[in-house]
């Protein structure tokens, strides 16, 4: 399976504190996607990074891909209360309309 | 910036009703997906769609599901029967190879089956 598996299942942190989140996948990927979903709402897109990829930023988002490990982390510097929300990591897609997997999700609490 | 929207945001039906779940994907995308997520849980493929036909389907995706797009703007998922355990969260995606292998993901219709 592509399936991502995310951990800790449950995060919670300080504000102003960094928080990383790891996620694990099982097959040869081309493509990997973290996205963010807060309580009851949609998934919304952070950052895709590539399998030649080895490291991507966006403003206070930082993800790494490790291939060979077939593991990749997603790195909230300084975070704030607002980053309270659950994290997806998403394997795929593989090709042009291939679907992406999901893992479990990282649920991180920022406590003001 | 662009984005998928869904219609209904909430939607609560009795058991054995059809119902349907509409989304506008974004409007230079070409490839459609519908997934799902049960409260609490992980969100879970159900089908893509390219070129007016499934490309792919998940074991969830039994004969009382099928996807529509009636026109060149919309996207729809029909439930012919629903069953309790058909309440969830229904999010419609949309991606273009062209632009990035992004995927992006609408708000979601929750669907409630009493």
């Known amino acids: 399976s592509q399936q991502g598996e995310e951990d800790p299942q449950a995060l919670s942190i300080q504000e102003g504190e960094n928080a990383t989140m790891n996620c694990s996948y099982k097959?040869?990927?081309?493509?990997l996607q973290w996205y963010r979903q807060n309580s009851g709402r949609g998934l919304v897109h952070l950052i895709l990074?590539?399998?030649?990829?080895r490291e991507k930023h966006s403003g206070r988002l930082r993800v790494t891909l490790d291939t060979s490990k077939k593991s990749s982390s997603l790195l909230i510097t300084a975070s704030r209360a607002a980053d309270t929300a659950s994290y997806f990591c998403?394997?795929?897609?593989?090709?042009?309309?291939?679907?992406?997997?999901f893992g479990p999700g990282t649920s991180l609490s920022v406590i003001p | 910036e662009p984005e998928v929207t869904q219609t209904p945001s909430h939607q609560v039906t009795q058991m054995g009703q059809e119902v349907i779940l509409r989304c506008v994907p974004i409007?230079?995308?070409?490839?459609f997906y519908w997934y799902r997520q049960i409260l609490g849980q992980k969100v879970e493929f159900l089908v893509s769609?390219?070129?007016?036909?499934?490309?792919?389907k998940s074991e969830i995706f039994d004969d009382q599901f099928s996807v529509e797009r009636p026109d060149g703007s919309n996207f729809t998922l029909k439930i012919r029967s629903t069953k309790l355990e058909d309440s969830a969260m229904y999010f419609c995606?949309?991606?273009?190879?062209?632009?990035?292998?992004?995927?992006?993901f609408g708000e979601g219709s929750w669907l409630t089956v009493v």
């Open positions: 097959t040869s990927i081309n493509n």
């Open positions: 995606a949309s991606g273009n190879r062209l632009a990035g292998n992004t995927i992006y």
């Open positions: 998403a394997t795929g897609p593989k090709t042009s309309y291939d679907k992406v997997i």
């Open positions: 990074i590539r399998s030649n990829e």
């Open positions: 769609f390219y070129n007016n036909e499934i490309s792919e």
């Open positions: 409007s230079n995308h070409l490839y």
